[in-house]
């Protein structure tokens, strides 16, 4: 089994990171591999060398055999000798060039993706309730992928097209100096062309995109509504605005590709054209002897012109890319620069907890930017409540939807924080606590139930370790898996698949409130626990948190009423505020809203 702490991606606490600045922030996360990032643009510009260096001897060796008699043979060998040679040296520097731009850009995606993965543990929840997971996932996998792919154009793409542009340019001065003004003149067209060409590209590229995206989005709706519509036998309805979207995709597909074509054609029929005129200018110039060119420099310049408007429109099509990476690093500074964290360095540890619970006047509002699991929504969320809770005792909170239930455990966890008031526990502001060992005393069993894909066991003794021995086996039967659990293939090593999809929602609870006893806590928090399980499985649970509940502080929230008839107190809510405190004889025998809850709940 290999050692967590040798594969845990190792990571820079001072990675830099500014998404105002994109590129000094592109060029700060590799501040301690430039000169690694150095020595690989240069073997990129010795790999590439024959681009630029190959007319040139290509050009030597033509001068050398139209003009036997001013050049021995020896130097059509020792050029013969250079052009293999430039040749094969692509292969080691090419091996070189790879390894250290890989080692360098792979040690930058995991040192980020590690990043951002912290920064994810570090964020308020309130963030990802307002923030989709759709476009964070993209943050860590898209967004860092294109910086990948800007770094290769920053640091390796765009300097070597420069430099191969330089070369040409000097050589040719120095051979055919008069050439320069014939580049000057057409090199500009031939990019004007190839801009004007590519705008009917675009419009037809925006609509293929569009359409695709409307494809997709009617490819999920229908694989979301397939038991609506096998329900309904509405298959053939659902297929015909299918066929009908897969039409519209094709047509548009068939736009695009012709106009590829066209553009294709066009482009080179341009091109050959100019390396044509290029070709017969200088073969007219050295025909004439209107200028000093020999027959070497007429292939030199052909191949050069060829090289000059290739690496011309390299620069250019590497400007939107660039343009794209830019982008990425700003999307991914809108997660490592925000500023909604849940502030725990520098505050006090949590070291052992009774359970004594103390809100006092606490508010607590909704707004634009605000949210919680499972409450994406504006209005009140609880507003001048106070509450003392002793250590062991059982709160039920009850209460129509939308009376602030979820925002009160929101708050004790501590997702969410007052913005009035406060909450101690045992005595001690929470404000002021390290929220993360606060929790280490605490476990929820959620109204959601989430299961990762691992076995059974791993989903129990999920973030606990050095569990005592006998302790899993009592949790499972307090539980009451062990009656599903000899059913399992593989027992508590059945893998559950995504998301727990081989089991039934009461089996997936039982399971949750399995993680939850095994970690043994002081608070216990049961947000709608057995709302998944039937009548009787229902009745096994209750006995056995009866038991389990002894000595803990809990708080329980359930709408049905039957299920916290036993709680010490229950405590009713109604828009945000307590509207009522008391058993469940004493609040019947009020006759307020809990009795008229109750009520209609038995007539239900």
């Not at 709160?395 to 924080?417: D, E, M, Q, W, Y």
Request: aromatic letters at 6%.
């Amino acid at each position: 089994m290999s050692n967590p702490a040798l594969t845990r991606p190792r990571e820079r606490p001072d990675l830099p990171y500014n998404g105002q600045t994109p590129l000094k922030t592109l060029i700060g996360l590799y501040r301690h591999d430039h000169a690694r990032l150095a020595l690989a643009l240069l073997v990129y510009i010795v790999k590439n060398s024959p681009s630029w260096a190959m007319p040139l001897v290509t050009a030597n060796i033509i001068n050398i055999i139209t003009r036997p008699d001013a050049h021995p043979i020896t130097e059509l060998w020792w050029n013969g000798a250079v052009l293999l040679g430039l040749q094969l040296q692509n292969i080691p520097t090419n091996a070189l060039y790879v390894r250290l731009t890989s080692r360098v850009i792979r040690r930058m995606e995991v040192q980020l993706r590690a990043r951002l993965a912290r920064q994810f543990q570090q964020l308020s929840i309130g963030y990802f309730g307002t923030t989709s997971a759709g476009a964070l996932q993209t943050k860590v996998l898209r967004d860092v992928e294109v910086l990948e792919q800007l770094t290769r154009q920053v640091f390796q793409d765009v300097p070597a097209l420069l430099l191969t542009i330089v070369v040409v340019l000097t050589v040719t001065a120095l051979r055919v100096p008069w050439f320069l003004v014939f580049f000057a003149l057409i090199v500009p067209l031939a990019l004007g062309l190839y801009a004007a060409l590519q705008a009917p590209i675009k419009e037809r590229n925006r609509e293929f995109r569009g359409q695709l995206e409307h494809l997709s989005g009617r490819v999920s709706e229908m694989l979301r509504m397939i038991p609506v519509t096998r329900a309904h036998s509405a298959e053939e309805g659902e297929l015909s605005r299918t066929l009908s979207r897969l039409n519209e995709v094709r047509d548009a597909g068939l736009r695009l590709d012709s106009v590829n074509g066209l553009f294709g054609s066009v482009t080179w029929v341009v091109f050959q054209g100019l390396n044509a005129v290029c070709l017969v200018v200088a073969g007219w110039a050295a025909y004439t002897g209107s200028l000093p060119i020999t027959v070497g420099d007429v292939v030199l310049i052909s191949g050069y012109f060829a090289t000059l408007t290739g690496s011309a429109l390299g620069l250019v099509n590497t400007l939107p890319l660039i343009a794209k990476g830019l982008e990425s690093v700003r999307s991914i500074g809108e997660v490592l620069e925000s500023p909604d964290l849940e502030h725990n360095e520098g505050k006090r540890a949590v070291t052992a907890v009774r359970g004594a619970f103390s809100l006092q006047n606490v508010n607590f509002s909704y707004g634009p930017e605000a949210g919680a699991p499972g409450e994406r929504r504006y209005g009140d969320g609880v507003n001048n409540l106070s509450l003392e809770v002793r250590p062991g005792e059982t709160i039920a909170l009850v209460g129509p939807s939308g009376a602030g239930k979820s925002t009160v455990i929101n708050l004790l966890i501590g997702f969410l924080r007052p913005s009035g008031g406060q909450i101690l526990l045992d005595g001690q502001d929470m404000a002021g606590l390290d929220l993360r060992t606060y929790r280490q005393h605490l476990s929820v069993v959620p109204q959601e139930t989430l299961l990762f894909d691992g076995s059974v066991r791993d989903n129990i003794l999920y973030g606990t370790e050095g569990l005592p021995d006998g302790r899993l086996e009592q949790v499972l039967a307090d539980a009451h898996i062990q009656e599903f659990l000899a059913d399992l293939p593989q027992g508590l090593d059945t893998r559950l698949g995504e998301h727990g999809a081989r089991l039934s929602g009461g089996q997936k609870q039982r399971i949750a409130i399995a993680r939850a006893l095994v970690r043994d806590p002081r608070v216990l928090i049961l947000d709608e626990a057995t709302s998944a399980l039937d009548s009787a499985s229902e009745h096994l649970i209750q006995n056995a948190l009866t038991r389990l509940l002894h000595g803990r502080t809990c708080f329980v929230v359930a709408h049905r009423l039957s299920t916290v008839a036993r709680a010490d107190r229950i405590v009713v809510m109604e828009k945000g505020r307590i509207a009522e405190v008391g058993t469940h004889a004493e609040l019947l025998e009020r006759g307020g809203l809990y009795a008229s809850l109750h009520a209609l709940q038995r007539q239900g």
